[in-house]
């Protein structure tokens, strides 16, 4: 009786490095009306973000997103009010 050979399979899996000290992505900042607003997740999006809000500040939903705006700590984007005559 033949005897069967057996196949070796070897995987390899690599891990993402590790960046490296002082270097890593900013935190997202919102700036609605004098307000620094935490960003309530990275998975979101600018507009998700400004709906998220709206809960707390309905008028959001109107305003104009500025940015993103790079500053040594953060990265802020602006909702702004927008200017325009009502009716």
Known sequence: ???KKR???TTT???P??????VGTLP???LYS????????TDKSV????DYYAQNYPEIL???????VTTDAAIEYTFAKRVGAKG
Do not use: C, H, Q, S
């Open 1 to 3: 009786m033949a005897t």
């Open 7 to 9: 196949k070796t399979v």
């Open 13 to 15: 899996t690599t891990t």
């Open 17 to 22: 490095a590790a960046p490296a000290p002082g």
């Open 28 to 30: 997202r900042v919102f």
């Open 34 to 41: 004098g307000y620094r607003l935490a960003d309530p997740g």
């Open 47 to 50: 507009e998700e973000v400004r």
């Open 62 to 68: 109107n305003a104009e997103i500025k940015g993103p």
